[in-house]
């Protein structure tokens, strides 16, 4: 299972990476922020918690049917990080299977995610939600819209903590300032 987590891992920082450089790209025209990716969801010293949005299905193999991945990663230098940003990284060493799991970075790229049409970043929400609930060890944003004729954000998300199939996703109106 430790071994298919960091594949797993390892193959989704890939895949982000590949992915090109429109991370606010608005699908269709309803206003959606792409938020695939990974975000910073707790900052502690020198480590961070990132905390995947992509669910997934371990339960063919024995493992939990709805999982996100989350990790601590250790030994980050960046004074200059902040709750909410959208990460890509690497890692070295092995990877503590505790969940949040931990490991040591390799490197970090920090993702820029902007809504010309808001006040606000994506950023800005999500750490705003994030602040506005203290108790979610494990936050995961699961969903991110913007009404610019309301000026209001639409944020939903839910704890990875206590996730499994019938797990209700939280939603949250911030209004853009």
């Known amino acids: 299972m430790k071994l298919y987590s960091i594949a797993i891992l390892l193959i989704m920082v890939v895949l982000n990476g590949c992915s090109g450089n429109n991370?606010?790209?608005?699908?269709?025209?309803?206003?959606?922020?792409?938020?695939?990716?990974?975000?910073?969801?707790?900052?502690?010293?020198?480590?961070?918690?990132?905390?995947?949005?992509?669910?997934?299905?371990?339960?063919?193999?024995?493992?939990?049917?709805?999982?996100?991945?989350?990790?601590?990663?250790?030994?980050?230098?960046?004074?200059?990080?902040?709750?909410?940003?959208?990460?890509?990284?690497?890692?070295?060493?092995?990877?503590?299977?505790?969940?949040?799991?931990?490991?040591?970075?390799?490197?970090?790229?920090?993702?820029?995610?902007?809504?010309?049409?808001?006040?606000m970043s994506p950023d800005d929400v999500i750490r705003q939600v994030i602040d506005r609930n203290p108790s979610i060890n494990v936050f995961v944003v699961k969903d991110l819209q913007f009404d610019p004729i309301k000026k209001k954000w639409l944020i939903s998300y839910l704890e990875g903590l206590k996730v499994n199939k019938d797990t209700e996703v939280i939603k949250t109106e911030i209004m853009d300032q």
Not at 96 to 112: A, F, R
């Open 23 to 119: 991370y606010n790209e608005v699908k269709g025209g309803d206003n959606t922020v792409d938020i695939k990716g990974s975000y910073i969801t707790k900052i502690e010293n020198d480590r961070i918690l990132a905390v995947s949005n992509k669910m997934q299905d371990f339960s063919s193999s024995g493992g939990q049917e709805v999982y996100y991945d989350a990790v601590w990663l250790q030994g980050v230098k960046n004074k200059d990080l902040k709750v909410g940003q959208k990460i890509e990284f690497t890692t070295k060493g092995i990877t503590l299977t505790t969940y949040p799991g931990s490991v040591e970075i390799d490197q970090l790229k920090v993702i820029k995610n902007t809504f010309p049409e808001s006040k």
